[in-house]
């Protein structure tokens, strides 16, 4: 099984800089995924981690550590269009047949 | 330019009245998945196709069934709709060997 755990909500500041967090539990994990998914539209590829460490993109960033089963998905310079929801994702097992996602965190950017 | 196009993108049916919902790719992608998506809720695998196997999701109501008659096409029908299956459906493709999942817009079922 696994169990994939974000905080619900969030409320952040326009320019400011917001760490989202996420822990799981599952065996066989082979990779994490943050996806960004705006009311009524379908989710977006962020970020992909199979390895510790920190992935940069841009103004976003991802940071996976194995050994706790904790990763984060971090927003700098946060825009008002960065209001939505934020979806963790794991692979369980090979292949992304078994992919399995978080309830996600909503986030409201604030003026 | 949209590369994973579902529709209709709102569909209102009647209780019991059954529903096609549609989804076609460009992408060429050999992995198709239909996903469930409930208000505030994580999105919940209901089956996959890879090619023109089929895997079905263990605790997946008999009630949803699916077709892919090509490559580019899958379908996603819901026989007889219950007041619980309004929700997002979501449709994604995956190229073989390869772990991201492109998504489309997705199909909004309401039943009344």
């Known amino acids: 099984g696994q169990n994939i755990d974000q905080p619900t909500e969030m409320t952040a500041t326009e320019g400011a800089i917001v760490q989202i967090n996420c822990t799981y539990q599952t065996s066989g994990f082979n990779g994490l995924f943050w996806y960004q998914q705006h009311a009524g539209e379908a989710p977006t590829f962020l970020s992909y981690?199979?390895?510790?460490g920190l992935e940069e993109k841009g103004r976003f960033s991802s940071f996976l550590s194995r050994s706790k089963g904790y990763s984060y998905l971090l927003l700098k310079e946060l825009q008002m269009k960065d209001s939505a929801s934020y979806l963790c994702?794991?692979?369980?097992?090979?292949?992304?047949?078994?992919?399995?996602f978080g309830t996600g965190t909503r986030l409201t950017v604030i003026p | 330019d949209a590369m994973v196009i579902q529709n209709p993108r709102y569909q209102v049916t009647q209780f019991g009245k059954p529903v096609t919902l549609s989804c076609s790719q460009t992408?060429?992608?050999?992995?198709m998945y239909w996903y469930q998506q409930k208000s505030s809720q994580a999105p919940k695998l209901l089956f996959h196709?890879?090619?023109?196997?089929?895997?079905n999701e263990a605790d997946t109501p008999d009630n949803f069934q699916s077709r892919r008659p090509n490559t580019s096409f899958c379908f996603l029908d819901i026989r007889s709709p219950g007041l619980g299956d309004a929700a997002m459906y979501l449709c994604a493709t995956r190229s073989a060997g390869a772990n991201v999942l492109t998504f489309g817009a997705g199909s909004r079922l309401t039943v009344l």
């Open positions: 981690n199979v390895l510790d």
């Open positions: 992408l060429n992608h050999n992995v």
């Open positions: 196709y890879y090619d023109k196997d089929f895997n």
């Open positions: 994702a794991v692979i369980q097992g090979t292949g992304a047949n078994n992919l399995f």
